[in-house]
């Protein structure tokens, strides 16, 4: 791979680079078709990370199907996929790990503790190996888009991040790999989580005319407005929190961003959505 890379970049190819960890879907396609239109060559990586796996999660189960992933990148314009073992990526005597703290440490940092040191650590070594111009991010993992950019900026990576729009199915559910865990019964209990931010974002952005003359807008009502909403699936988090910083604040005023996230389980698979909106 490095060889590739280097080859290109003495020819001053732009490099797109779309990680994943495979079991492709639609979100990840939007991605790999918007960085085919930006960059010449586009290398896709799947690799299922064991590093951000927590020890009762699903790292053995994770759906695996690297024929279809192949033919998926190649529809939607990847030129390159970049498949590497475990061994390849860990080889015996691997002793290094990047812990980043601050924007790391809440809601998904909180409930998976080493994730997102998991995450930054394969991260880094795929830019290291890939050397992309440009690196493709779906808005799904909202938290992740910021500690990636959060490593980028610390470590001075010359590597510019793309943030794209969650792809949803017809029912608002945001497009994952997990979702192919989920019975008929939980898919239709998936969608509440759609539901809820939808709610909260409407009830943000149409503040009736006595409301938006308010000064604040209290977290908790929108956070209850949440809550009120998820009632068939068991909700981890449902917050209102700064979108830059993630910090939780009693109160919003308007022209503040505001990133709505959720964790909740249908069954037993975990589910994470977001929608980020501004305080009119
Ligand atoms: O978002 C994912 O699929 C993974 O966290 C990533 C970025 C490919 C790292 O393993």
């Known amino acids: ?24 879907h639609g979100g990840h396609a939007e991605l790999i078709k918007v960085s085919s239109m930006r960059h010449s060559l586009t290398v896709v990586s799947v690799f299922v990370n064991p590093l951000q796996f927590g020890p009762s999660e699903d790292f053995g189960t994770y759906p695996r199907n690297l024929d279809s992933d192949v033919r998926m990148i190649r529809e939607h314009g990847g030129t ?76 001075a990576m010359p590597i510019a991040i793309n943030v794209v729009p969650t792809v949803r199915e017809a029912d608002g559910l945001a497009m994952s790999s997990r979702n192919a865990y989920l019975n008929f019964e939980e898919r239709n209990r998936a969608t509440s989580l759609f539901r809820a931010l939808t709610r909260a974002k409407e009830f943000i952005e149409n503040l009736e005319a006595p409301l938006q003359k308010r000064k604040a807008l209290p977290r908790l009502e929108i956070e209850a407005l949440m809550q009120a909403a998820l009632q068939e699936v068991s909700v981890e988090y449902a917050v209102a929190v ?26 037993r698979t975990r589910l994470i959505d977001n929608i980020v909106t501004e305080i009119v």
Do not use: W
Request: proline residues 4%.
């Open 242 to 267: 700064d979108a830059a910083t993630l910090q939780s604040r009693d109160n919003y005023f308007s022209g503040e961003k505001i990133a709505l996230l959720i964790a909740a389980f249908a069954g």
């Open 1 to 24: 791979m490095q060889d590739i890379v280097s080859d290109a970049r003495a020819e001053r190819v732009d490099i797109g680079f779309v990680p994943t960890m495979g079991s492709l």
């Open 80 to 155: 390159h996929v970049f498949a590497p073992s475990a061994e390849e990526m860990y080889p015996q005597g691997f002793a290094t790990s990047i812990h980043i703290g601050g924007i790391a440490k809440e809601l998904e940092g909180a409930g998976r503790p080493g994730h997102f040191d998991g995450v930054a650590t394969v991260v880094c070594k795929l830019f290291n190996t890939v050397m992309p111009t440009e690196a493709f991010f779906g808005q799904k993992d909202y938290q992740q888009t910021l500690v990636v950019k959060q490593m980028v900026a610390d470590l």
